[in-house]
């Protein structure tokens, strides 16, 4: 009789011969600048999400590991085809009011002609090779966002031993009409001492919260991109504080496919757009253009009043940037998130994929904080 000892060989057996097949078919290395045009296309060939399809449109695919300031990425070709990337940096964050090193994991694609086939051992290879990096690296855990709706993704996370640590939200509002404002705005590279007072009030003490935030409110890389900016507001002792990643200049989004009541929302918003402002929704084929919002801030008694102006302003500079969305992301139960989504045209919906590799690190991240760095 053959016993469950049988069993596990025969799988194992299977993998291994599997695996070593691969490697005899394809290339596994790391990432150079001179794959950056292979590196768009295979983004440009993998739209993501299911009724809702899209693609990034990027200029320079290596503009996020520039701006973490490291990174270890991993592509497999055949025949001098990319087909795959597994992309991850390394970061010192704050867990439970501590340092620890995290390995962030930002992108895993493979190409649609090798999912069916070779999707699976694609990634269990280079996963696996991710996984030996950040231990020799002497991470303390890995973690990755992943929608909520990829099953796929969210079953592979379950057989790698990876666990929810936390949800994230990322909420569009729509770019179309100049909003009223009452104040003056004027956005600086380099925030004031309060603004970094009240930064780190909201957000510092939160986990993932990223080291290097803790004396400046963006990274020099940040800073060199040019696309960064910081606002505030004052008034009668109270505040608010927002940062802007004008991002449309660096990407758009694709639209490859739209469900249908986006299709008939289209066409009515179309028919009416030159008798009164209406938000634009893309066609399939179609571009996106947005700007990111990030580390909102309200102190005092009149604190949200004065951030919801700010937000107005950021609207109107996203208007001129020829900009369609303003979106933001957010913890869960962050307290910006029920009055950011009013009027919002789009959310998405996000997991924190886990993996601990120290006994000391907690179970969740409760109350984490969304690093702008990550959005795209």
């Not at 600048?33 to 993501?48: G, K, Y």
């Not at 030996?132 to 796929?152: M, P």
Request: proline share 4%.
């Amino acid at each position: 009789m053959r016993t469950a000892g049988y069993a596990n060989n025969y799988i194992h057996n299977r993998t291994t011969s599997v695996l070593q097949s691969f490697m005899s078919g394809f290339i596994l290395r790391a990432a150079t600048e001179s794959d950056n045009e292979a590196l768009i296309e295979l983004e440009r060939s993998c739209p993501q999400g299911t009724f809702l399809a899209i693609s990034s449109e990027r200029k320079d695919y290596f503009f996020r590991s520039h701006l973490y300031g490291n990174h270890h990425t991993i592509i497999v070709l055949s025949d001098d085809q990319v087909i795959a990337v597994l992309a991850a940096t390394m970061k010192r964050l704050l867990v439970n009011s501590r340092e620890a090193k995290g390995v962030f994991l930002y992108d895993l694609r493979v190409h649609p002609n090798y999912r069916k086939s070779l999707g699976g051992v694609i990634m269990v290879k280079a996963w696996n090779k991710l996984e030996k990096w950040a231990e020799e690296q002497d991470a303390d855990f890995i973690y990755g966002y992943v929608k909520s709706d990829n099953l796929i993704m969210r079953g592979f996370f379950g057989r790698k031993k990876y666990s929810i640590a936390g949800k994230m939200i990322v909420v569009s509002r729509p770019v179309f009409k100049h909003a009223k404002t009452t104040h003056n705005f004027n956005g600086v590279k380099i925030p004031t001492p309060d603004t970094m007072f009240d930064f780190l009030s909201e957000h510092g003490s939160k986990q993932l919260f990223p080291y290097k935030f803790r004396d400046n409110y963006i990274s020099d890389e940040m800073e060199e991109s040019g696309l960064f900016s910081c606002f505030r507001i004052e008034h009668n002792g109270s505040s608010a504080s927002a940062g802007l990643l004008r991002v449309s200049e660096v990407l758009a989004t694709r639209v490859s496919r739209i469900p249908w009541y986006y299709r008939v929302a289209g066409a009515v918003t179309r028919a009416l757009s030159g008798v009164v402002p209406l938000p634009s929704i893309p066609e399939a084929g179609g571009v996106i253009r947005y700007y990111h919002t990030f580390n909102h801030t309200a102190i005092g008694p009149e604190g949200m009043k004065l951030w919801k102006e700010l937000m107005r302003h950021l609207n109107n500079l996203a208007l001129e940037g020829n900009c369609q969305l303003l979106t933001s992301a957010f913890d869960e139960n962050d307290r910006f998130l029920p009055i950011y989504r009013k009027g919002s045209i789009n959310t998405i919906r996000y997991v924190i994929g886990y993996k601990a590799l120290k006994e000391w690190l907690p179970e969740n991240f409760t109350r984490f904080y969304p690093d702008i760095r990550d959005m795209d």
